[in-house]
C-alpha cells in the first residue's frame, strides 16, 4: 500500500514526497480511512508506530476541504492535547511539514516560556492548536481562548497525562467544547483509568490496534548488563569507546541523576547534555537541537523529559537504571527502533534492580538476553553477605519489609518535636 493508495489530496501528497514518505506505517494505513470518514478513534499502539503522522494528515485533509467550501474563519477548529512540551514542539513541527501546501494555520502552546507571543499568534487566527494541558487552560481562562467552533479534539499520550496528574485538567477542557465533534484518543497503554477516559468522551469509535499492549517492537535488540551500582559509570564508558554508537540517549530514574551523568561523562571528554523538568525550555529545546545535529553524543534525560522525543535514525537507548514501573521499559527503548528501523537497547542492573527487570520480563513476555562479557560483571553475594545488606538497609527487620515506626510517635505525630521544643525551652531557662 501507498499513501496515494489512501485518497489523499494532492497538496498532502506532495508534501509527504518531500519528506519522502512513500509507504505508511500500520496505524496510518489503519487509521487514516478511518478519520476521513470523520469517525471517533480509539487508537492503542506503543511509541514509534508513526501515530503523529496517523491523525495529523487526515485533520489536514478535512480541514483543508472544509477551508475551500467556506469562508476562512479564524476560530481553532482542531485541538490536539498532549503532555509534555517536547512532544507538542514535535507535533506541531510534523503538521507545518505535511500541510506546508494547505496554507492552513497552526500554533503550539506550553508553559514555562512567554505567553505574549501565543497570544499575539492567538488573535491572528489559527486552525489547528497543540497545546499542553495546564497552559492551555491559562489562556482559557484569561479569555484568549475559545473552543466553541471545535470540529476535531485528539487527545495524545493520554496514559502519560494520567501519569502526570493531567486527567482532571483535561476533563476541564473537554467540558468547553461542543459535544458535536470528532474526537481521537490515542494511548500507548490501556489501563482502566485510562479506557474510563475514552469511554466517556469517545462515541461509538473504531479502534485500531497495531501491536499487543506494552510489546516492544522485534526490530529492537535488546541487551541487559549485570553490574553493580557503583560500578554503572565505568561500564558506560566502557561502551562509548565504540565509536559505531554516533549518538545514545541514556535514561536515569531521577533529575539528579541525569545531570551526574552528564558531569561524570564531560569530565571523560563526551559531549553530553541532560533534559529534565527542572531545565529551562530554552535549555531542553536546546539541548535536543544539539542531539538532533550530533553537536552533542550522548542526550541523557527522565522519562517524562523524554517521552514524545522523536529523533530520526536514534541506534541505541541505553538504561542507566531500571525502571521501577515494567511499562516506561517499553517507551523507553522505543525511541529507537522507530517506524520498522532497527535499534539496539542496553540495560545496566544491579542487585536492587533485579525485581524490577522480573517485572519487565513478565510484560514483555521475553527474557532479554544477558551479555556477560564485559568488564564489570556483578559481584555475586553470598547468603551471608545479602543477610547483612538486608540489615543495613532495614536494621529493624530481616525481611526487607519497612521497619515499624516509633509507636509514640505514630500515636501523635507531634510528640518528638513538641518533646524538642520542651527541651529546648528548659536549656534556654537554665541558661
Not at 487509521?31 to 503522522?53: E, M, N, V, W
Request: positive net charge; hydrophobic residues 35%; charged residues 25%.
Amino acid at each position: 500500500m501507498s499513501f496515494q493508495d489512501l485518497n489523499l489530496i494532492e497538496p498532502i501528497l506532495r508534501a509527504l514526497k518531500t519528506e519522502g514518505y512513500t509507504t505508511p506505517t500500520p496505524i496510518q494505513a489503519k487509521s487514516i480511512p478511518i478519520i476521513l470518514k470523520q469517525r471517533d478513534l480509539l487508537g492503542c499502539a506503543q511509541t514509534g508506530t508513526g501515530k503523529t503522522a496517523a491523525f495529523s494528515i487526515p485533520i489536514l485533509q478535512l480541514l483543508y476541504q472544509d477551508k475551500q467550501q467556506h469562508k476562512e474563519q479564524k476560530t481553532i477548529k482542531t485541538l490536539i492535547l498532549t503532555p509534555t512540551r517536547e512532544l507538542a514542539i514535535q507535533i506541531d513541527e510534523s503538521i507545518a511539514a505535511y500541510g506546508r501546501h494547505t496554507g492552513l494555520k497552526h500554533l503550539v502552546i506550553f508553559g514555562g516560556v512567554s505567553q505574549n507571543p501565543q497570544t499575539d499568534a492567538l488573535k491572528r487566527g489559527v486552525d489547528i492548536l497543540v497545546a499542553t494541558p495546564g497552559r492551555l487552560l491559562d489562556l482559557m481562562n484569561q479569555g484568549f481562548i475559545r473552543l466553541d467552533h471545535l470540529k476535531i479534539l485528539v487527545l495524545d499520550e493520554a496514559d502519560r497525562m494520567l501519569d502526570m496528574g493531567f486527567v482532571h485538567d483535561v476533563k476541564k477542557i473537554i467540558a468547553k467544547v461542543p459535544k458535536q465533534r470528532q474526537t481521537l484518543f490515542f494511548s500507548a497503554t490501556m489501563p482502566p483509568e485510562i479506557q474510563q477516559l475514552a469511554d466517556t468522551i469517545l462515541y461509538k469509535p473504531e479502534k485500531v490496534e497495531v501491536a499487543p499492549v506494552s510489546s516492544t517492537a522485534d526490530t529492537i535488540q535488546q541487551t541487559v548488563y549485570f553490574v553493580g551500582k557503583e560500578d554503572k559509570r565505568g561500564l558506560l564508558h566502557h561502551l562509548l569507546k565504540d565509536k559505531s554508537i554516533a549518538t545514545v540517549l541514556v535514561f536515569t530514574r531521577t533529575k539528579h541523576g541525569a545531570d551526574k551523568v552528564v558531569k561524570d561523562l564531560s569530565k571523560a571528554g563526551i559531549t553530553a547534555e541532560a533534559i529534565h523538568g527542572n531545565k529551562s525550555q530554552n535549555a531542553r529545546q536546546r539541548a535536543l537541537t544539539n542531539f538532533k545535529n550530533r553537536t552533542t553524543r550522548v542526550l541523557v534525560a527522565t522519562d517524562i523529559a523524554a517521552r514524545g522525543i522523536d529523533i530520526d535514525d536514534l541506534t541505541h537507548v541505553i538504561n542507566y537504571e531500571i525502571p521501577n514501573i515494567p511499562e516506561t521499559y517499553v517507551h523507553r527503548i522505543g525511541r529507537t527502533g522507530r517506524a520498522g528501523a532497527s535499534g539496539i537497547a542496553f540495560s545496566f542492573c544491579d542487585e536492587e534492580e533485579k525485581e524490577f527487570l522480573k517485572d519487565i520480563h513478565k510484560l514483555i513476555a521475553k527474557t532479554i538476553p544477558v551479555e556477560e562479557e564485559h568488564p564489570f560483571p556483578m559481584k555475586q553475594l553470598t547468603q551471608q553477605e545479602r543477610i547483612l545488606k538486608d540489615l543495613k538497609n532495614n536494621p529493624h527487620h530481616k525481611s526487607g519489609k519497612p521497619a515499624p515506626r516509633n509507636q509514640s510517635a505514630q500515636r501523635n505525630p507531634n510528640a518528638n518535636k513538641a518533646g524538642g521544643n520542651r527541651n529546648w525551652r528548659r536549656s534556654r531557662n537554665k541558661s
